[in-house]
């Protein structure tokens, strides 16, 4: 288990993180979700020792880190930007942490071999990481930070620099890895879809504070605070109230509670139509329809409706 | 730009090349060479000449390795360290390009000569010693100038990843960060050396001119030239081209290959 315990951090007058403390159960996997300047890197950064707390503690598998280097955490480390060593082979980036640690040459053969297949580089190992796409530099550093067997694999941001389509084929396949690996894994994100799909647990921080922990579902039924459900999907606001669009529904006869509204514009994307309108009482909201409701009330730009909450409201705009 | 003008500037450079730089070097080579090599082989092989071939890459084979050690400790400080200061040492870096080096010489003289501030039990001026640290004065900010913005470029990632896989500082730098910016170290060296090769005023000042002992090819050079031997400055000249294009030549042998990207 990782455990990091009431921990803050001042970069000059900026306070990156307050008072922040987590715990990531053995072999879950753990996303720390927040928008830039919320902390999350460098609260990632501090569990790995690259950073150095103003006070508090990390705990590693029940031991106090704080003050122990990099080197002997026990940690694996994926940067964004890949930080491949572009000098050496796939083969010996991948071997790099076990010739480190003097294994003997056939043992980092052999490991290294068996890392290309889990990471599906076999066959790519005496190219060099310049020759390699951005998925694929991406995938040697992982095979790179689970050389070394580590007792936590720790992420930052590892998608964050390829295509939208590649960016989801490797979170798939990360999260199949880690069903298989099942290495403790803290992982750091921006989009929260990445997050909802990868995480058991989801840690979402911001301005160096934590908002909420939970599983993605809860986070996204019950929002501690209008942040996290703001961060978490699309929401629209019906008066002064806060409500996810699909909880909205649309009557073409006034409805206890429902308030009236003009259509302004119709969209059709395919299974989900979203349909502007402009409340008589001010202000605009989006409403998320399935296909069938919406051509059940035969909508037309201009049309008068009536705008009613399914669920109940949380939070004020 | 207008195919004329263009036409125009390229010209204007290649001119300005071929005056200013091309002319006078080959006019060198050709007067060198203009009476054979025999009389070219007569003039490098004087006794003096031989001393001065020696002792210009004894001073070189001293002042660059120093300069390149000095050069790599102080870009890692400029690019990697928060220290107070560092806004000075990175001016100070430069003063030998704003100093005049017969400036650097005379102030060597002030502190090393007879009746200087330091006094050391063996002789510096008029000696070997002075010599090598005029020279490592003179050629002291290439290799720093040259590896630091390499160092800012490539910034420190990877060598953040190395330590998370195990590796000290000590073996992040030698498997990390130097292979990374070997380029920039072999720039610098190529540059330390033409200067240290070339460099004459700063030298001229501390060296006493003591033929066959602290005379270098630059120097001697000087002297044939006042003593109206041509033939023997151009030779030693084209020594002194010579040894520079070698410098040059190996150190392209470290070109990047090109799968590294």
């Known amino acids: 288990m990782i455990a990091a315990t009431a921990l803050t951090k001042r970069f000059g007058d900026f306070l990156v993180l307050d008072d ?9 996997l753990v996303a720390l979700l927040g928008p830039s300047g919320s902390g999350k890197s460098t609260l990632l950064r501090i569990i790995a020792g690259l950073e150095t707390p103003d006070s508090g503690a990390v705990l590693i598998g029940g031991a106090d880190v704080t003050h122990v280097t990099p080197q002997k955490r026990g940690i694996g480390f994926v940067f964004q930007h890949y930080a491949a060593f572009k000098h050496m082979s796939v083969r010996d980036n991948v071997g790099f942490g076990l010739k480190i640690r003097r294994e003997r040459k056939d043992v980092i053969r052999a490991r290294v071999d068996e890392l290309l297949e889990v990471v599906g580089l076999t066959g790519w190992a005496d190219r060099y990481p310049g020759q390699l796409s951005g998925g694929q530099r991406q995938r ?12 936590v694999l720790l992420l930052d941001e590892p998608f964050g620099a390829l295509d939208a389509n590649v960016r989801q084929e490797l979170r798939d396949w990360l999260r199949r890895l880690h069903d298989e690996v099942h290495v403790t894994t803290v992982l750091v994100t921006h989009d929260q879809e990445e997050a909802m799909a990868i995480a058991d647990r989801i840690v979402v921080l911001e301005r160096g504070r934590i908002q ?5 579902r809860e986070l996204y039924d019950a929002p501690a605070n209008a942040f996290v459900m703001k961060f978490l999907g699309p929401v629209s606001s019906l008066g002064s109230q806060l409500v996810r669009p699909h909880d909205l529904v649309l009557s073409s006869d006034a409805q206890p509670g429902a308030i009236e509204a003009q259509v302004a514009r119709i969209v059709y994307l395919g299974f989900e139509v979203r349909v502007e309108a402009e409340l008589a009482s001010g202000g605009a909201v989006s409403v998320q329809l399935t296909k069938a409701e919406a051509d059940e009330l035969e909508l037309a730009a201009g049309d008068i409706v009536h705008v009613r909450a399914t669920a109940t409201p949380a939070f004020s705009a | 730009m207008s195919r004329a003008s263009r036409l125009g500037l390229r010209t204007l450079a290649l001119a300005y090349l071929v005056v200013l730089l091309l002319l006078p070097v080959g006019l060198v080579f050709y007067r060198t060479f203009e009476h054979g090599l025999s009389a070219v082989w007569y003039w490098i092989s004087t006794p003096e000449a031989i001393s001065a071939f020696w002792l210009t890459l004894e001073v070189a084979a001293i ?14 400080a400029l690019a990697r360290g928060r220290f107070r200061g560092k806004a000075l040492l990175d001016t100070l870096i430069d003063l030998p390009f704003a100093v005049s080096p017969i400036v650097i010489g005379l102030s060597l003289v002030l502190v090393y000569g007879r009746d200087g501030w330091i006094d050391l039990p063996f002789q510096v001026i008029f000696s070997l010693p002075g010599i090598v640290l005029a020279t490592v004065f003179v050629s002291l900010p290439f290799v720093v100038r040259e590896v630091t913005p390499v160092l800012r470029e490539i910034g420190d990632e990877s060598e953040q990843a190395a330590a998370t896989l195990g590796a000290s500082a000590w073996q992040s730098f030698w498997r990390i960060t130097l292979p990374a910016i070997r380029y920039g170290i072999a720039y610098g060296v190529v540059l330390s050396v033409a200067r240290a090769i070339g460099e004459f005023g700063a030298v001229s000042v501390v060296s006493g001119k003591i033929a066959g002992q602290t005379m270098t090819l630059t120097l001697l050079v000087e002297q044939r030239f ?12 084209a020594l002194l081209a010579l040894i520079a294009l070698a410098t040059l030549l190996l150190m392209t042998r470290l070109k990047p290959r090109r799968s590294e990207g």
Not at chain 1, 140 to 151: D, E, S, T, W
Not at chain 2, 229 to 236: E, F, I, Q, V
Request: aromatic content about 6%; cysteine-free; hydrophobic content about 50%.
């Open chain 2, 63 to 76: 002042a660059v390795p120093l300069n390149t050690a000095f050069g790599v400790i102080t870009a890692l």
């Open chain 1, 20 to 28: 922040v403390s987590i715990e990531v159960p053995d072999g879950s």
């Open chain 1, 140 to 151: 040697m550093a992982l095979a790179r930070a689970l050389a070394v067997q580590p007792k």
């Open chain 2, 226 to 237: 006042d003593n109206y031997n041509l033939a023997g400055a151009y030779a030693a000249s």
């Open chain 1, 212 to 216: 909420q922990v939970g599983p993605p």
